[in-house]
């Protein structure tokens, strides 16, 4: 785990400023900052005794809530995925509770730079928004029948004797694909008004294809490039 350190000290004998920090922090991170406190008074280390909180005060106004801890005269917050995502300044007070009282006993500014836009560019291609190519691959995995039965009706209906076709339609004929090259009344099976796909299915390799959960799918789609992407899926357009 990665996490940047940020420690200040502060007497108790001397008038609490923020510390202004020539560094930034980046929206999309989480848990990646610590900002400290050692805490001394008079020089010596001081006592601390109740529960550490910290507020981040973002730039649109909004302040979210954290938890810290402390340790001897050390006390500190890490800020959560809610503290990067605002761009603009921010604020990041340490306070020290203990019974009634409620001291603020450090404090940082610094500034939140964007570290991603949400257009990204792929050598040649662009990806309009990251959330729409996700939603995409998940409506995709809700169309993938549960079974094999399921996968093959998908596919094409079973020839029946009862069903008028036009030319054009698919159908399953004894275990095989077919393609109608003529309309076809309802009645017996002729084989002279259709031919034999060159479609090349092989059902149980195309399922275990499809077995993908997101988790692996979408660590693929972070890998592959977007034109690889789309042949891979064959759903994005």
Do not use: C
């Amino acid at each position: 785990m990665a996490v940047f350190e940020t420690w200040t000290s502060y007497d108790l004998q001397q008038p609490l400023k923020p510390r202004i920090l020539d560094g930034a922090i980046f929206t999309n991170d989480n848990d990646a900052n610590l900002f400290g406190i050692i805490l001394t008074d008079g020089g010596q280390p001081a006592t601390l005794a109740g529960t550490v909180s910290g507020n981040v005060i973002k730039s649109d106004g909004l302040t979210t809530a954290i938890e810290g801890a402390f340790s001897g005269n050390r006390a500190w917050v890490i800020l959560p995925q809610a503290a990067y995502s605002v761009p603009g300044p921010v604020t990041v007070v340490v306070k020290l509770t203990s019974g009634e009282i409620v001291t603020t006993i450090g404090a940082f500014v610094t500034n939140v730079i964007r570290s991603q836009t949400g257009t990204i560019e792929d050598p040649g291609t662009i990806i309009p928004s990251i959330n729409t190519l996700i939603d995409d691959i998940t409506s995709a995995l809700s169309t993938i029948p549960p079974d094999l039965t399921d996968l093959k009706a998908a596919i094409a209906p079973d020839f029946s004797t009862s069903q008028d076709y036009d030319s054009g339609d698919y159908v399953w004929y004894d275990g095989e694909l077919y393609r109608f090259s003529a309309d076809h009344e309802q009645g017996s099976w002729t084989g002279t008004d259709v031919t034999s796909t060159s479609l090349g299915l092989d059902i149980v390799e195309l399922r275990a294809d499809m077995e993908y959960d997101i988790t692996v799918l979408y660590a693929r789609v972070v890998r592959a490039t977007v034109a690889e992407t789309k042949e891979y899926l064959g759903i994005i357009t």
